[in-house]
């Protein structure tokens, strides 16, 4: 079994339940392309928080494991990286827009699709790659659902599966992230207490994160109002 971090419905379920009802009014006046607008956006701001604490968190797995559940379930180091790769997704709130609209067959179908998909290759991929393989074949099988979400939304909301999705922002905040792993992932080899490593490794890299994002104009104008806003700072600032 596996153990559902918190963090991750906390920040797309929050958001989810705004976009809901404004899809829902979008929908009804036949305004698809705010929808898109809208969805793209949302998109966007949560893989900016996603994309680098799954980063953060592959680069330190074994640290991370070893402190928060003992160096006996370090061998499992392994199957905590691969289900990480199934967090991005949530970037991605695949049933949101089949939800709003009153689609609800297209969420069935991708549920009994992934049931019997997920089934099949966990047996096959068991037999493949030993303990881990149940873990890869639901990775699989959940990218595979994910697709399957995008063909019918685009149908939803008449576009093309290329302009659902922000790509070209996605790949750049991957990059970005993957980039800060690499440069904090020399701290976690250090000999020193795994709680110092993961308190460290995360300061630094919140630092390098930050810079590489102004760097590369991640922030949007919106986007650094909402963080003012959130840190309450304006008072602060002309």
Known sequence: GSIKMPMWPIITNSVNAVLRVKFSELYNVKKYNEIVTIWRMAVRKQALIIFPIVCFLFAIASTFITVFFTSAYRESTIIFQILLTLVPLNAISRSLIPMSTGNTRV??????????????????????????????????????????YLYEVKKIVETKVRDLIPWIDLLTILTVSLIASAVIYPITLLHIGGAFIIVFSGISYIVVYAIMVIYTKLLSDDDKSQIIKWLKLRPFIN
Not at 115 to 128: H, K
Not at 129 to 144: H, K, R, W
């Open 107 to 148: 969420i069935l179908r991708a549920s009994f699709l992934f049931m019997i998909t997920s089934l099949s290759l966990s047996i096959f991929f068991a037999s493949l790659f030993g303990y881990s393989g149940p873990a890869i074949a639901i990775v699989v099988t959940t990218y595979l659902v994910a697709c399957y």
